[in-house]
């Protein structure tokens, strides 16, 4: 099993529509919870960075962390057709600042006009 | 641009040849990261360096695989006797600790391998 499950879909949505995206996790050390954008041959950029449990919020994208049920969620309001990408979560542990990312496997998302 | 460079973009190569990559962090990172990523799949680990030292290796790094960080700022990636599994995108990234967001790790474009 996997550290990090994430659905692969594809997921494809009208433009306008709210986004989820999520990802479980098995590994309880898990501390820093990331959300990485990456489109078609291209190199993953950081959406979002989250510590430990809790909410944040970034123009149209909300990150939430759940570590009691080890369940991570990104939520894109208002889609619009460049957010279509590969939506990839990350996480490390706590403890040391610096480590590697431990990816899920990246769910594709389409926004039709 | 002051982003994280690697070069080539692309390689393609015949079984059993070696390969290098390079990859240029950040000026001033003094973390350097290599994943690797399959279709399909989310990166994976490779190693890591802080400076010139490297700290940590995955076991998917073979006795094939080599890097180095000679002088704390490129790092190149070497596969040796490449193998037709070897193909996938190489990616780098690097981090400069101490920032609000701690050692958030910036990735390069990545460079493409084709092994025939």
């Keep these: 099993q996997k550290e990090v499950e994430q659905d692969p879909g594809p997921l494809s949505v009208p433009e306008g529509a709210i986004v989820s995206l999520n990802c479980t996790y098995s590994n309880s050390a898990f501390q820093y919870f990331m ?19 809790g909410n944040k919020e970034d123009g149209r994208f909300t990150a ?8 991570i969620s990104l939520f894109i309001r208002d889609s619009q057709p460049s ?3 590969t939506y990839l979560c990350a996480m490390k542990p706590g403890g040391t600042s610096y480590g590697k990312l431990t990816f899920g496997q990246g769910t594709i998302l389409t926004v039709h006009p | 641009d002051t982003g994280v460079s690697q070069d080539p973009r692309h390689k393609i190569t ?15 990172h003094n973390r350097l990261y290599w994943y690797r990523q399959t279709l399909g799949q989310g990166p994976e680990f490779l190693t890591y360096f ?29 596969i040796q006797r490449t193998e037709q599994g070897d193909s996938a995108m190489y990616l780098c990234a690097s981090s400069l600790p101490g920032q609000a967001t ?7 474009p990545g460079t493409r391998l084709t092994v025939l």
Excluded: H
């Design chain 2, 102 to 108: 701690s050692d958030t790790q910036y990735f390069g």
């Design chain 2, 14 to 28: 015949k079984r059993g040849q070696n390969v290098t990559f390079r990859c240029d962090p950040i000026s001033e």
């Design chain 1, 64 to 71: 939430q962390v759940d570590k009691s049920s080890k369940y």
């Design chain 1, 83 to 85: 957010d279509s990408a």
């Design chain 2, 50 to 78: 802080q400076n010139e030292a490297q700290l940590e290796k995955s076991r998917l790094l073979s006795d094939r695989f080599s890097a180095e960080r000679p002088k704390g700022s490129f790092s190149t990636l070497e």
């Design chain 1, 35 to 53: 959300w990485y954008r990456q489109y078609s041959r291209k190199g993953p950029e950081l959406l979002m960075y989250t510590y430990s449990s």
